[in-house]
């Protein structure tokens, strides 16, 4: 395998984020997880990461405007939108701004995984 | 839902076609909401398997949709049976709020009992019994490890402790993190002395006293009472915070209660909590009081050096008589590094020099006591003892899936006793080793990968042990990978001893697969062919998170699964998903035959659904009265190259468009099911026209049966199927046996289903009851569920793909066929086999004994 890929992880359900961490690091990537997306944001801004994980719909900030300004600042990264059922015609419309790809709640660990090495390069 | 005014009112039809039309209609929707709501729930135990992210919102949306559900299935039950079962909905909205309670309060103390024996607790009562005792529990329940069985005092109890003392407005303000330091302090303090000073109420006091009493403590009848706080030891670990009073006599058992409980609110745990930022939680706590043990050697085992990083060795601390020594660290004790695998080398070893130990004082306490001169400078743990130890502290690390911090004593007898397990605190940089441990695993072959489905998540290895047979249940070596055909109730008491279990055929959502959950034992099921693959004697290691089997046993990746802080198990979703999963779906009505088999009984939405669907099939079941079939003349009859006269009831289509005739033929059915069960039914040489050869006593028989006689003239006229595409309803009165099939056929499995009904006879009781037992053979060899009652037959199966559903209506056809005269020939019990397993072998067509022919 090629150098590290970097993957940061957004989520305000911590719950997402811990069990995204343990298994995306299984493939050998490096992660960076937040449940504060302003916090996640101004992270981006120190370091691009290769894929984006965000939620659609967050307290803080919305997952479509955390899109649009890692897109301006890296439009080469991929970014997976999750969503809940309820969602997914947004999710949809996220797709059009740039978004990779999206994969709505409950799914299963390894689809994400899949998802997330497809968009690297690295199809399992 | 249907509306029963627009049945009525929209078609121009005779009134009494149109209510049955009505009834079945009804009936079929029940089974639809029936079975949606069982795969809701099973829906639930999939997301528990550990292989889906879920959130609350998913929990919050599936519980709306199964109270959606349950509602309309007794809105339906009620059409069926007339406002007969109003109660039930009384039933459902007691279970909904009890279901919301749960679901919307962050945190609740449930209720309960005041007290609990140890034997009766899992980790599932974690709210009730704290973590400490809940997990002492589960040592002994789930992996029948020896601990020291007393009893506690729950968390309901601490609550009824603190209101009828009326201490709630000094404890609320604490917890919430009011005050400053000092202010805190002060409050803390007054608290304490309040709790002291408080009256345990009567009745707890009372259930108190019985446990005492009751306990099997005869050798000193003092006690250690322990706390076993909410919270404590999980996440967040409040270690040595809480207090724990020794040598307990009975007598002063309430103020060691009192004491305990205050220490849950000392001015260091208070300043703990605050820091952790976890003020919002309630704070409760449960009390242990186990029989008190004057061990020979106490220690604490660590199954993993917590400064090595490789997870390869345990460390073990031991001392002569009570732990204290080694839990405090304030003199030398020994100390071992040893191997984690089998023969358990010792790594390194430091035996310290014991001069005191502690041990029970005359009166109540411990002291300290001169260790003899000879016992000094050796070592306090002999080899054997060692290595059970080690191995039962694997067990309990694997099914944690953490590692694990275990305080332990021998007694006199030599015996290992547990008094308490945790989750080791590991210093960060451990994580950093999980890629290359998970690595490793890829020098090792694999053998299954991708088949089948995650039924229980985690990762387990040993050697393989194919059970066939239930006999093959009691050789089961405990550690071994368990694999099977078929998943299946029965093997469900072997689980626990497995290390992983791999099958053939199964759901993830069957019975089976929630006992792998409940033991937390990592299983695949639905692989099709583990059973040709993962021989007896073949050591492997199954990563239930990956979905492989691995060839050999792979250390590392059994590791790499325990540095995960939290176990997902341990998390507050799933915690929360267990907990409402198993409040709708207990299952308290489970005998139908039962005098409690009412809606006074149905606690949980699953008794609901059970009750409502028993009530619904037997209704169905009690076939059609005559007076319903009063406009039979009117309706489409079928035309078939046997003397059946069977008429047609279309639900819906069931009979292709545009038919008008009042008599079709086979050509113009499109109810798939009946099309089946028809063609099978009339290929030649199933349906037996030649006259039986009756012997005398059967031939008899049939005329001397007064019953038989008097219900001739209702059964000829029964034959009637009721059907839409999918779904028949087929009553069949054959000569003076009566067959009834219910049955749904969809390409969704979980649709799909059959109820066989065979009643009755000619012949004299005896052949009767053979005919149901050659039935019975044949129907469990196909994989039905029998039962056996008499001369009535009940078989069932459900949930099975399309093309097997097909074989089974195939085959209820040519059993219908086959036994329309089988009671004849079935002259003694022998005869059941011969003529069982010739249907069984194909050669139903020679309906006769071999001499016979």
């Known amino acids: 395998m090629n150098k590290t890929s970097s993957v940061m992880i957004i989520d305000d359900e911590p719950i997402v984020c811990k069990r995204l961490r343990s298994t995306l690091e299984k493939a050998n990537l490096e992660i960076e997880t937040f449940t504060d997306p302003n916090e996640a944001v101004k992270r981006f801004s120190e370091k691009l990461f290769n894929v984006l994980i965000t939620d659609l719909k967050m307290k803080e900030m919305d997952g479509i405007d955390v899109l649009k300004l890692v897109k301006k600042v890296s439009p080469e990264t991929k970014v997976i939108i999750i969503t809940g059922v309820a969602t997914v015609e947004k999710a949809k419309e996220a797709l059009k701004l740039g978004a990779y790809d999206f994969i709505a709640k409950p799914f299963k660990l390894s689809q994400l995984r899949n998802l997330v090495m497809k968009g690297i390069g690295l199809s399992e | 839902m249907i509306n029963p005014l627009k049945i009525f009112w929209g078609r121009n039809k005779n009134e009494d076609e149109l209510s049955l039309q009505f009834l079945f209609r009804t009936f079929r929707e029940l089974l639809i909401y029936n079975n949606k709501a069982l795969d809701l729930m099973a829906d639930m135990g999939e997301k528990l398997s550990g292989d889906y992210l879920f959130d609350k919102q998913y929990i919050e949306s599936i519980i709306n949709q199964l109270e959606d559900v349950v509602y309309k299935i007794i809105y339906d039950l009620n059409l069926i049976t007339p ?36 034997s009766d607790l899992t980790k599932e009562m974690t709210d009730l019994a704290g973590e400490k005792m809940a997990t002492l529990g589960e040592l002994a329940n789930r992996l029948d490890l020896n601990v020291s069985k007393g009893f506690i005092i729950s968390t309901y109890s601490f609550k009824q402790f603190i209101e009828y003392n009326r201490l709630e407005e000094l404890v609320a303000p604490l917890c919430e993190g009011k005050f400053n330091q000092e202010v805190m302090e002060k409050k803390a303090k007054e608290l304490k002395i309040k709790i002291m000073q408080a009256k345990i109420p009567p009745e707890i006091r009372k259930s108190i006293h019985k446990k005492l009493s009751s306990c099997k403590n005869k050798s000193s009848n003092r006690w250690a009472v322990r706390s076993s706080a909410v919270g404590e030891d999980s996440q967040i670990s409040y270690a040595g915070q809480y207090i724990t009073v020794l040598n307990v006599p009975s007598s002063q058992i309430e103020s060691a209660y009192k004491e305990v409980v205050a220490s849950l609110f000392s001015p260091q745990v208070i300043t703990y909590r605050n820091e952790m930022g976890i003020k919002q939680q309630e704070m409760a706590m449960a009390v242990g009081c186990l029989p008190m043990l004057s061990p020979v050697v106490s220690g604490v085992i660590y199954t993993a050096d917590p400064n090595g990083l490789e997870g390869e060795e345990v460390i073990i601390s031991a001392c002569w008589g009570l732990g204290k020594i080694v839990v405090d660290g304030e003199m030398e004790v020994d100390q071992y590094k040893v191997s984690k695998t089998s023969p358990y080398t010792v790594l390194w070893q430091h035996i310290g020099r014991k001069t005191k130990q502690y041990a029970l004082a005359k009166d109540s306490g411990i002291k300290l006591v001169p260790v003899p001169d000879q016992k000094q400078r050796i070592s306090c743990l002999d080899e054997s ?88 249940t009691q050789y089961f070596p405990r550690g071994a990978v368990l694999v099977l055909k078929h998943t299946s109730p029965r093997m469900s008491k072997i689980v626990p001893l497995a290390s992983a279990v791999v099958t053939d055929i199964g759901a993830v959502t069957g019975h089976m697969a929630t006992i792998c959950r409940e033991f937390r034992v990592p299983t695949i099921v639905d692989t099709s062919h583990a059973t040709q693959i993962l021989k007896t004697g073949m050591e492997v290691t199954v990563d239930a998170e990956e979905n492989i089997v691995y060839q050999g046993i792979i250390k590392e990746l059994l590791t790499a699964q325990l540095i995960e802080k939290i176990p997902y198990e341990e998390t507050y979703e799933f915690k929360l998903l267990r907990r409402l999963l198993k409040k709708v779906s207990t299952l308290h009505l489970t005998d139908p035959q039962s005098n409690e088999f009412d809606p006074a009984h149905c606690r949980t939405f699953h008794d609901i659904i059970r009750f409502a669907h028993e009530m619904a099939v037997r209704k169905i079941a009690q076939g059609i009265q ?91 006229n029964i034959n009637l199927a009721i059907i839409s595409k999918e779904y028949i309803n087929l009553n069949l009165g054959l000569g003076y046996h009566f067959n009834m099939v219910d049955g749904n056929m969809s390409d969704d499995r979980n649709n799909n289903y059959i109820y066989f009904r065979f009643f009755g006879g000619v012949t004299e009781i005896s052949r009767r009851t053979r005919r149901v037992k050659v039935l019975a053979r044949i129907l469990e060899k196909n994989d039905f569920s029998v039962e056996l009652k008499g001369e009535l037959i009940i078989a069932r199966i459900k949930k099975i793909d399309r093309p097997q559903m097909e074989d089974k209506f195939r085959l209820i056809g040519r059993l219908i066929g086959y036994t329309r005269q089988l009671d004849v020939q079935l002259r003694n019990e022998n005869d059941i086999d011969l003529f069982a397993n010739q249907f069984l072998n194909g050669e139903e067509s020679i309906l006769v004994k071999p001499e016979d022919r």
């Open chain 2, 626 to 716: 005559p007076r319903q079939l009063s406009f039979i003349h009117s309706l489409t009859k079928l035309k078939l190259n046997i003397p059946l006269n069977l008429t047609v009831i279309d639900t819906g289509g069931g009979i292709k468009k545009g038919i008008s005739s009042n008599e079709i033929s086979l050509k113009e059915l499109s109810c798939e099911p009946l099309l089946i069960l028809l063609k099978a039914l009339t290929a030649p040489g199933v349906w037996q026209y030649q006259p039986v050869n009756l012997d005398f006593k059967g031939f008899m028989s049939s005329f001397t049966s007064n019953r038989s006689s008097q219900s001739l003239p209702d059964r000829i």
């Open chain 2, 83 to 118: 406002k007969k079962h109003l109660h039930l909905f009384d039933v459902f909205e007691k279970a909904k709020i009890d279901i919301r309670g749960e679901l919307n309060s962050q945190f609740t103390l449930p209720k309960g009992e005041y007290v609990y024996s140890i």
């Open chain 2, 385 to 472: 003892r060692m290595h059970e130890l080690i191995e039962g502290a694997i067990r309990i690390e694997q099914y944690m899936k953490s590692f694990q911090d275990i305080e332990w004593s021998i007694d006199k007898n030599g015996h290992i006793v547990y008094l308490q397990a945790r989750s080791l605190q590991l210093s960060e940089k451990n994580e950093l080793d999980k890629n290359r441990l998970v690595t490793a695993a890829k020098n090792y072959p694999v053998i299954l990968k991708d088949k089948g489905v995650v039924a229980s998540r985690g990762i387990g290895a040993g050697t393989v042990f194919q059970v066939r047979t239930e006999e093959d």
